[in-house]
């Protein structure tokens, strides 16, 4: 179940989404399929960009994209029951799906997305 994700200072890692979760107290998961629109592509720049600016250095939080057309990544999808792009910040006991949030400001809201991943990350620290 390989992942791409971020690590501390923004390395990129190399890790299945569940060692992720063992490892970070917060995870910002980015769940794609092989074909991704322009928004979808801007939804992970943005929430990549987010946990950066606002999370390096700090080895409780990870960003981890996955690819769900991988079949390694299927159990990790059926966990957050995706089916489509979706955007899931996960603890090891819970997660909240902000998937129709972060389609509606995007594009148009970029730093108002950045600011709610960044206030839903921080309550769960």
Do not use: W
């Amino acid at each position: 179940m390989a992942a791409c994700g971020t690590g501390q200072a923004g390395e990129t890692l190399e890790a299945t989404g569940l060692e992720v979760l063992d490892n970070a107290k917060v995870t910002v998961f980015y769940f794609h399929g092989k074909q991704r629109c322009v928004t979808c592509v801007t939804l992970q720049e943005v929430t990549q960009q987010a946990v950066a600016e606002n999370f390096r250095g700090n080895p409780d939080v990870q960003f981890v994209e996955v690819d769900v057309s991988e079949k390694e990544n299927q159990a990790l999808a059926d966990k957050y029951e995706i089916v489509f792009s979706s955007l899931v910040i996960a603890t090891s006991n819970n997660h909240l799906d902000i998937s129709q949030e972060a389609f509606d400001l995007v594009m148009a809201q970029p730093e108002t997305l950045k600011a709610l991943i960044v206030q839903e990350v921080n309550a769960r620290l």
